[in-house]
């Protein structure tokens, strides 16, 4: 029997990749369309999205916790800003089996960092406490038995992947302070990761490689909380669609050089079907995952100064959001991880 | 039980396309790939496109009818040079089901038009006789029976959908001098469509939009062979990587106006699963289609002069390639025709 | 002694484009700078436009008759939306030497034929009698001695260039009917033709080769008024910043064949240099003409059916606007119209 | 009197760039187009690059000594490969008052590095000791006297011109074993940077997001032989035809901080007119420089740890290439530095 799903949010980029993604699943269906709070209306989707056209016959509805219940949804995605998110994981929580909300309103565990960094007072701490984190490679126990799942952020994913067994492993060397020495993460992001909101920046001919958000991102602290070690993180935009790929730098502890660090990460993800290890000497680029829900990590050491240097792709609309839910919804319901997710129908050269 | 398929010319764009679309496919497997004729080495697939790494094990082969054979074949799709697939059709006919060719070495029917257009003299007019041009939704029951299915072009597929119908129906006016009023056909087509052949004009930094083959491109005679009456078609090249925009402009014979048109486009695509006729008002954009096996078509019509305006868009590697061959080979082997074919997986913003 | 100017509208893409050209003529002096009427602020013209940092000083001021005739200047540049660049132009007139506007406000003399196209009643008919179109290739005499300068439209920029001197010498065939066979224009613009404007099909994700504004363009009337024939126009936009190719089709009247046609194209252009035909075979690309003044312009003919294709090629910006508003200037004040507009510096490739 | 100029190497995308600039530059002339050594024909330019149609009548000739010498020049420019560049400033010295190289052939001082870096044995020691590292802001008087000048590398400009100061004034931390803190820099430039070679990573499907040359390019010995510091570096592609945008991470010395970071930098630029130090809050984007001969740098400290970001963009084809070298020119030839490079007419939002 399919999963019965609903999409809070469906007209933004995140929302109609889940609709994407979850029309092509075999073990699921999409019983309703929402906007966010505060879209009005009533107009069919493919109006937002014409490439749904003759394809998907529901109309995007305003959204409310009664409009929502009626569908009798099994799982229910927030494709929804924050604030919204926080309302309607509250309104849903017990009367449906799973929320998996892609916003970033429960991946913090420590509510008092919300209001700096995301300018909102948390105003649903027990809900905190009980939401999943929802990256599956390292918190998969937790998703299984989640009603609500907070999915990652998009270059939290592409950091915590690789940085996480080398921090759990001890690969990273501490400071003369004390303090362990800072991985600096570079990422460049495609646009859409800056969501379907009118704002100059976002205009075709605005957009170009720059870097914005340094020092004050709002995803440093998601980063910082389950990466295992303190990181720098900057990002930026690049005149592309979508994708993330990210450059870290990580200085070595003692005793580790390139074919530990190799097997470190190999060991790790051996059995993860969505990580792919590069062979030495290939790069990934952000075309190897476009629309597909593969992180893919690379790297290298200079044994000179025992500097390590990653390179981690993924599509910052699948692994980095709607795969990732879709991810977690799977693990959540029993299903394989995989179901639904392994199209290579993204790319076309490289 | 899965057909068993082979793919020859599996590391240009249209090859790659073929191998994704029948990755994901329910009842189909890849067997074997292989390079054209030209091309050497064993490389495993991943190394000419990193996407299908960890998800495709098959090294590329170089291709032989014996090779080839080995794997047992239902389906062998040739996405090889026109003179290669002469070959491969020639050596491999009567030995597999269904040869499903991408080039147009069998395309037109009239083996004295080769030299012209393509350059090279038809060695194999009986089997061309036996060709079945592999457009389903003009020529679904020669496909059904076809061992050697000739898969049209991606510029005749834009054309030809939106113009039979009215060819046929006798929408198109007559000149003077008794001849018909030739549509117009302006289209713009990606990158990808040029392939993956190493020319100055497909560098990153040399693409724009330009005109190009004008009044002699290939894909003329293969037009008017099929869209029922003669056309004027101009290719056009625009600065992205995949899908077509085809803008035709018909003179109207008397009685006919914009219900009409509407009308007779409507009836002869209400079944079909793969022509979308847009609502009056919205014109196709290529993210509408892109990696999507679908045709959009919109329309209007200029009263006071009985002049149409239609476009059509496809994506040029799925129907206007991949796609259609596979929908053609899902038509011969007796599944659905949408099998494996309704990812909406393609685009991000429209 | 410089000429002195001043900008209306500056924080748009034209309006930055004249403050770009300005700039670098050796001959003229930015006097001030002015927001379109409803903009607020007075921030420095880098904060708009990061390029000028450091280059440019003067604020982006609202824009107010008093302010901008305290710049004391020769030649104001109307880079504004129709209504505000009716209303400065009636209240500079008389006060400066000249305007130059690059809205549609003064462009079609019949003043009955605004409400229709552009939803405005003309309100100034007066000044419409006075204003001269700006096309200095076809009007040349008419501009050095306005006050008040129409600077045309990018798209019909591209087709009364080529169609004009073609309908003069008699080349465009007669339909039965006695109404002149219709040239067919397909025209696909960059996106900085749809302005700066916060509008969801101008962002970078959104934007696909697409037709619009399907025979309800502004544009229509204004080409038919100077192509010296009537026509049917298609626009399109294109993933692209800038530029404009107009794909163009005609019918050909009895005794024109392609010698002709280019000869009547040759002879027209000789002198301008602006204008360049190209050798046969050779079909102008964006890339040729990005950021620069040119016009490029091909051709050939299909003898078989005396039919006409002609491909044209300019930057939007640039000769559809900016740059053709500074020919302007030049042909006013009685410099050289080359002046300050030879550089090449624009593309990369091709 | 114009200087005289040739340019070897025109039909590469710096050579072009060299082209548009001295074909506006009132101070200089374009006397002379060749090919590289191995290139054969006697082309017209614009068969090569349609934007010079019309503008330049000269061919592009197979390059010899004597056919270069005969054009008379003051100047000529190698844009070629370091081999060519390396022979051509050998049979040029003492017979043109300066050649101006835009290769790597005599940019390191320390003859014994190329081997292992460029593939080459460095052949004339002597010629090398006498060139000038051309980088105007930290090597001007050497360039004023200099016979050869060699043009620094693209990423090496973005690089050196922030750290250089930093490192001179003691800004970067000392590691407990004595070694300074090597500066990260994550830099991504566009496709142009790989020249205008058939390659298929240059092609315009297969461009993406990605790293290269991973602890092996050819420009890390550049940089650390002039940046005041050893450096980490790492090159990324991005999907843009021109422009290099480098994040660079230093770890400061004690007693630094943010405003004393950017005293230092302003410091060090206050006269420079191609350096733009931003507004705090202001991170350049490659939009601000394409086209021009400016280097943005901007820059913010977490106090916390003591940590330094920068980000510097640059056009890798103007001050990364060609720009840059016509600066040198100026320097060399006694204007000033920038004559001919002031234009911004490169980009259109942003």
Same mark, same amino acid.
């Given at each position: 029997m399919a999963i019965r799903t609903v999409i809070i949010g469906a007209s933004g980029y995140s929302g109609a990749e889940l609709v994407s993604i979850l029309l092509a699943h075999p073990d699921a269906r999409v019983e309703g369309?929402? @906007? =966010?709070?505060? $879209? #009005? *209306?009533? #107009?069919?989707? =493919?109006? !937002?999205? @014409?490439?749904?056209?003759g394809r998907l016959d529901l109309p995007v509805r305003p959204a409310s916790t009664e409009a929502v219940l009626a569908c009798k949804p099994d799982a229910v995605f927030l494709a929804t800003p924050h604030e919204a998110s926080l309302e309607f994981a509250r309104s849903l929580d017990g009367r449906v089996a799973c929320v998996l909300d892609l916003s970033a309103a429960f991946r913090l565990k420590d509510a008092t960092r919300y209001p700096a960094f995301? &300018?909102? #007072? /948390?105003? /649903?701490?027990?809900?905190? =406490?009980?939401?999943?984190? &929802?990256?599956? #490679? +390292?918190?998969?126990?937790?998703i299984r038995g989640a009603s609500l799942v907070a999915v990652p952020g998009c270059y939290p994913t592409s950091a915590i992947l690789p940085l996480l067994p080398l921090a759990r492993a001890g690969a990273i060397a501490t400071r003369?302070? *004390?303090?362990?020495?800072?991985? %600096? +993460?570079? =990422?460049? !992001? @495609? %646009? !859409? *990761?800056? @969501? $379907? *909101?009118?704002a100059l920046r976002s205009l075709f001919c605005e957009v170009h490689q720059q870097a914005y958000g340094v020092l004050k991102h709002r995803h440093q602290p998601e980063i910082d909380a389950y990466a295992g070690v303190p990181t720098v993180f900057t990002p930026h935009l690049g005149p592309f669609e979508r994708g993330i790929l990210s450059t870290i730098h990580v200085e070595l502890a003692p005793n580790w050089d390139e074919a530990r660090v190799r097997a470190c990460l190999t060991d790790a993800y051996r059995e993860e079907p969505f990580v792919r290890i590069c062979p030495a000497g290939v790069w990934p680029s952000v075309a190897d995952v476009r629309q597909t829900n593969f992180c893919d990590i690379s790297l290298a050491v200079d044994p000179a100064w025992g500097h390590l240097i990653i390179t981690s792709a993924i599509d910052n609309l699948v692994k980095g959001a709607a795969g990732q839910a879709v991810q977690c919804m799977n693990a959540r319901f029993g299903l394989p991880e995989t179901r639904g997710l392994l199209s290579t129908h993204g790319g076309t050269g490289a």
């Open positions: 369309l929402f @906007g =966010s709070a505060k $879209r #009005e *209306g009533d #107009e069919p989707y =493919s109006a !937002s999205f @014409g490439r749904f056209r995301y &300018g909102f #007072e /948390h105003t /649903h701490p027990a809900l905190l =406490s009980r939401a999943a984190y &929802g990256l599956p #490679e +390292i918190n998969r126990a937790a003369p302070d *004390g303090r362990p020495a800072r991985p %600096v +993460i570079d =990422s460049t !992001s @495609g %646009v !859409s *990761g800056a @969501g $379907r *909101g009118l």
